[in-house]
């Protein structure tokens, strides 16, 4: 089935030679428990574990960054090889993205990455977080996360990259953009995708505020889709995804590019400026003792 050809380019464009890196551990093929034929075989990474069924054309992607799935380099590059794949394989239609850590979903950035490093590593970084959103919001499959625990910032873009969003209904699992508690800012495709999901003046209060919201918020506010009890996500998220898998595939493709093409081709345009800016903006003195007082302030919440 032919895809829009907007589509086709904006995943050529999106192909970076800096995929191949170190650290990963990538095409790992394993039976699942139980499991026998090829629909059963789970694959993935270390950090990404991909659980597909070929008989519904729909796969499990896993998160397991133990403790918090900080978006490391390793991680982001894992989950776009892991979803590249999947696009590439037309057994699938559709990925449910969730969480192998217990209580948290995504913790956002690896504020590792960017603490305390050099420039080159900085641009090296954000160029991968850059792909890791080009990748899921111009996906042609149907994505649908299974949010299973806490979904701050990097977290919540990856959530709302998706095409729909299914909630545990838990207080602590609390979800949004908090970039400006940290002292930072988040970038305009970012602000962009927030705008796009929960509208402008939403997206204004909640962006300056650094707002995270607890699931009932999360709802009324529109971004999330679903809240259900936390041993029902994952139900829920298969039965959206049923809703989604019974369109035609080349109908909602295109639809969905006609909605999202001009957001990221803003990125397209402008991605080393992007990353020019970031990096500038984290290896500022005041910012990079922002970030350290954060991350201590977080070691230090232990125990
Ligand atoms: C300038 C451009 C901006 C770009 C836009 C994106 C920005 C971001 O994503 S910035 C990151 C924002 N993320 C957060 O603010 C979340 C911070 N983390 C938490 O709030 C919590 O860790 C939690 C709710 C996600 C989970 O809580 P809990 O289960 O209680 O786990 P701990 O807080 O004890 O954390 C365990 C362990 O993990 C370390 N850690 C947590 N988050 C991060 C992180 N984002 N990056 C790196 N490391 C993180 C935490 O320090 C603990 O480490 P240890 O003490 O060494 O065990």
């Known amino acids: 089935m032919a895809l829009a050809s907007g589509v086709r380019f904006a995943e050529r464009a999106l192909l970076r030679p800096w995929a191949l890196l170190r650290g990963t551990t990538l095409g790992r ?52 090889i892991s979803l590249e794949k999947l696009e590439n394989d037309k057994t699938f239609r559709g990925v449910i993205l969730t969480s192998d850590c217990p209580r948290v979903f995504c913790a956002g950035l690896d504020l590792t990455e960017i603490c305390g490093r050099n420039p080159a590593h900085c641009a090296e970084y954000w160029k991968a977080m850059q792909e890791l959103w080009l990748r899921t919001y111009l996906s042609s499959l149907v994505l649908v996360a299974a949010i299973n625990g806490a979904c701050p910032a990097g977290g919540c873009i990856i959530a709302l990259s998706c095409d729909c969003r299914v909630l545990a209904d838990n207080p602590k699992y609390r979800i949004g953009l908090n970039e400006t ?21 939403a997206s204004e209060q909640a962006l300056q505020l650094g707002s995270l919201f607890p699931p009932a918020e999360a709802l009324q506010v529109g971004l999330v889709d679903q809240v259900v009890p936390e041993d029902q996500v994952q139900s829920t998220a298969l039965s959206e995804m049923a809703r989604w898998l019974a369109v035609p595939d080349h109908a909602r493709q295109l639809t969905k590019n006609m909605m999202r093409k001009a957001t990221a081709d803003r990125l397209l345009r402008q991605r080393d400026a992007d990353t020019q800016n970031f990096v500038s903006f984290v290896c500022r003195d005041s910012i990079q003792k922002s970030l350290q007082a954060y991350l201590e302030k977080l070691r230090q919440r232990k125990g």
């Open 29 to 80: 093929t394993e039976p699942a428990a139980g499991g026998g034929g090829d629909g059963a075989r789970r694959f993935g990474s270390q950090r990404v574990l991909v659980e597909p069924d070929a008989a519904s054309g729909v796969a499990v992607m896993k998160l397991r960054n133990p403790p918090v799935n900080a978006l490391s380099l390793e991680l982001l590059t894992e989950l776009v």
């Open 181 to 201: 508690l940290l002292g930072i800012i988040a970038p305009f495709w970012l602000k962009d995708t927030y705008v796009n999901t929960i509208g402008h003046r």
